[in-house]
């Protein structure tokens, strides 16, 4: 079982400030929500960048928003949360 917060906030560097809010999709992966913006679909079990491991569903595309979010997502789901959830593979 992967333990992940529901809403993170991030500011990679970009100039952009992210706040994300995550759940469970029914038909696989973690829907991404960043709201008004973009909802993605992203596979959490594959740690690299990957273009296929955040799917874009609908919204705005930005290919440099989706990259932050899915370099964000893919560091923190090996590191931990903000320092502030542990991420444990039961």
């Known amino acids: 079982m992967v333990v992940i917060p529901r809403t993170v906030e991030f500011q990679p560097g970009n100039g952009t400030r992210y706040e ?16 008004t913006q973009a909802t993605y679909r992203w596979y959490p079990e594959s740690h690299e960048w990957d273009p296929s491991n955040l799917q874009f569903l609908h919204g705005k595309l930005n290919v440099y928003d989706m990259a932050a979010i899915q370099e964000y997502l893919n560091k923190s789901f090996v590191e931990g949360f903000k320092g502030q ?6």
């Open 20 to 35: 994300i809010t995550m759940v469970d999709d029914p038909h696989g992966g973690i829907l991404v929500v960043w709201p």
């Open 85 to 90: 959830f542990k991420v444990e593979l039961i």
